[in-house]
């Protein structure tokens, strides 16, 4: 039985586990966003920085990588993503069905925000995303690293994130 995994943030460029195919995919009904507090990873309990999570919204659809996980590793893998992604309990793992540009649908793993959670945060303006975003630091580093890589990796492989991009011009402006 194969086990996929959306990717749509960070496991775009920083998977951490085996990967045996990679195909962009889009889950309906969700929208990709900077809509939860990182009080762990990307920035702290003092100063929160933001992560990117999937918000349910009816009518949208979010572009990003569908990863099968290497057969046989699929428990630790399994394992390995809820020690990092349920972290703080603010995801939900779901298992949703992925449209893969090849014409396949998958069940994919997906990790989507907990919108009761008190680290949701949806519907922040860009501008007040792009001030936190610029001075967050948390365990895993700058949260404007986490902002870079995934602008990045989705310019790379041909996917556009209007709201996504202008945060990544906003941001450097600011560091600069």
């Not at 586990?17 to 990182?38: K, N, Q």
């Not at 540009?101 to 989507?112: L, Q």
């Not at 945060?167 to 600069?176: D, F, G, I, P, S």
């Amino acid at each position: 039985m194969e086990m996929w995994v959306f990717g749509y943030g960070s496991l775009l460029w920083k998977p951490g586990f085996d990967v045996a195919e990679s195909v962009i995919g889009r889950l309906p009904g969700y929208a990709r966003s900077f809509c939860m507090r990182s009080i762990h990873h990307r920035g702290t309990v003092d100063h929160p920085g933001l992560v990117l999570a999937l918000d349910a919204m009816t009518g949208r659809a979010c572009d990003g990588m569908a990863l099968r996980v290497m057969p046989g590793q699929e428990a630790q893998t399994l394992d390995y993503l809820r020690e990092r992604e349920l972290i703080s309990s603010a995801y939900v793992e779901k298992t949703l069905d992925v449209q893969l540009t090849d014409g396949r649908t998958v069940a994919a793993v997906v990790y989507v925000i907990d919108a009761d959670h008190d680290q949701y945060c949806g519907g922040m303006p860009l501008e007040e995303q792009a001030q936190i975003i610029t001075t967050a630091v948390g365990g895993m580093g700058p949260n404007t690293e986490y902002l870079f890589n995934t602008a990045s990796h989705l310019s790379q492989i041909g996917l556009h994130d209007p709201s996504l991009e202008w945060l990544h011009a906003r941001v450097k402006q600011l560091c600069a």
